[in-house]
Every structure is written in C-alpha cells, then in structure tokens.
DNA sequence: ACCTGAACACCGTTCAAGT
DNA sequence: ACCTGAACACCGTTCAAGT
C-alpha cells in the first residue's frame, strides 16, 4: 500500500502525446493546451517542459508522429499490389481515408512550420511520401512513367490528394463526393488506366 | 481643440480587420488576438465585441474578406484572355500568386470551419471558385470539355492549385519549383495545350 | 534526472456602468 | 448605439525548490 505517488508514470512524455492525439480529434489543434493535458495525465502543469521544450515542439512531435504513420499506411497500400496502376489507386486512396478520418491531425501536420523544429517536421512528410515516390518509379520500370517524370508526378499526386482532402476538411466539397473526385484525378495520370 | 476623445473612428470593424491582415501576415493566425488588436487601434479590449461576437467571427471574417479577395483575383486573371487555355493557366497562376504571397492567409481560410460562421465562409469560397468553373464551361463551348465535366474540373483545379500552395507553405516543396509543378499540373488538364 | 508549486504576463469572455 | 473598466477563469513560460 504504497501512498498517492507524487512522481509520475516511466514514460510521461508518451502519455502527453496519446493524450494530444485524443484533444486532437475531439477538438482540433487549437484546443490542445499544455496545462489540460498535464491535469489530464495527473501531472504538474510545468512537468512536460522536461519532454518538450514549448508548446511548438508538442505540436511537432504530434505532427511529426502523424506522418510516421502516414508513411505506414501509405507503404502498407503501396505493397499490397505488385502493379502500377493498382499501386497507384491504393496509395491514394489510402492517403484519402487517412485525411478523412484524421482531419485535425492532417491540418496539424500541413500547418506552416515556422519554429525550428519544422525541420524535423518537414524531413518526416518527406519520409511519409517515399512510398509514391517508389509507385512512379515502379511505373517507369513498367513503361508507363517517363524517365525522370516519378518525382514530378509523385509530388503532383500529394499535392492533388491534399487538395481534395483540405476541401473536404474545410467543408467545400461534401465528404461524399471526395471518392469521386479522388477517382476522376488518379484516373489523370498517366498509365491509370480508364 | 477637442480633448482626446473616449470614442473612437467611425468604422472600429474595419479598422481592427485592416490591422488583423498586417498581424496575419507576420504571425500567422495564432498570433491574433483581439486585445492585443483593440490596443494597436486605440480603443479598450472588450470594444470590438459589438462587430465580433468572438476570437472565431473575427477569424471568420478575416477568412471571408480573404475569399472575396481571391474572387476578384480569379475573375481578372480569366477575363484577361478570351482563350480557354489561357484562361485556365491564367487563373492557375494567379491562384498560386495568391497562396504564396499570402500563406498565412489561405492557411485561416481553409482552416477547418468549426463554429456557426462556418456556412458564410464555405459561401465565399464558393462563390471565389465561380470564376475556375466559368473556364471549363468556357471549354464546354469550345468543345475541349466534355458535357457535365466543369465542376469536376473546377474542384479538380482548386484542389490541385491549393494542395501545390499548401506544399509550398508547409515547407515541403521549395517555392522555386512550385511554378515547375503548377505548369505540370495544368498541362494535365484537358485542352491546356502541350 | 524528474517533477512541484508559486509567480508573471498574457489571453477570451462577461457584464454593469458610463456617454 | 457604442465603448469602458473591473472581474473571472484560463493560458504559456520561467524558476527556485524538492526527492
């Protein structure tokens, strides 16, 4: 029977972040508040300063964790088919599900970087879009993807993809027709087929 | 010689609008705060209550006054040319031209639309698209357009030209190549020529 | 090494009161 | 009608102090 512990769990700062991704959703990235999330977690307002330097770098971190997993998705639907064109739509639509279910994290992620953690931020959405990268590249293997175009196309396709889901975000295009719009700009790139 | 007057201008709304796009443009939409900007124009924190009901019908309007900005953008590029490939480059560039010079801007007004201001922004960014969907019912005319497919192609356009901006913003894309990307994408679209 | 608790300078929001 | 000034409950950040 120990007494109420006054010192905290081993990993405080992982706890803040499962608590973040939580307020998160909930409440988009304005609503996340270093002095809630301690109280919430059972800690001192001032005890996360150890894990994150200020409330910027808590957003990085989040942000950071979410292209982490961007990325893995995006791998996972990459790898589940050996050809170009099925690549093509599975990573997009993936992308698509991910910024649909994940919209304040994805807002989050797409925000300006401004302090100097954006660095971090930036290497990290670099990472995540690696798997498009290699569909175009597989696509030029396979003849339809011209040479030197993978890069070029692969960027086109996130910005093309975050478009769509920053309109749905933002309440332009109703979530119903993301799917249709989504099908009518994979369908423009080259070698997708009908 | 009056004393100095306890009451302020004749237009305390579009005075503390006017100040909130200077602060806007240095410090993003964080950085605003309704007294901090009742300071800068001169009058007491709780005054500008009577033209925003709250921090989000400020940053509301901001977003809508951002939208009619971007409106009247589009709508000269397009009249600029009788041509619907260039209009539709036209249009394209003056959309980038807009999300690069006003980053912090465009990141307020394709902000997730939370509160009950929401349907009056979503209505001006509707009516700031009207003139991309004008182009390709344009092209219907001069037969590059299929039948039924300008708003597809107008949703298709936005979300293309604002996720390049959106890459831009966040610092994933350099804004060098933003141009390079832009043309590829245009280029892609129907009837743009090579 | 990790956390607490007080302190400071800021917020948004509310409301009675002034002119 | 429009604005002021005090009040309240929140913030982020800093820092001496505890274990």
Redesign the pocket.
Known sequence: MTQTR???HGN?RQAVLDRAAVVLRERGAAG?????LSADVG?????P???FA???ALLDAVAADGFARLGTRLREAVDAHPRYADRLRAAATAYLDFGLTEANLVELMFAHQRGAGGAQVRQGATDAFEPLLDVFRHGRQEGVVADGDAERLGLLLVATVQGITNLVACGVVPAAEAGALLDAAVGRFPGAGA
Chains 1, 2 share one sequence.
């Open positions: 006054p010192y905290h405080l996340l508040s270093l002095r809630e800690v001192s307002h001032a005890a300063r150890r894990h200020d409330r910027q």
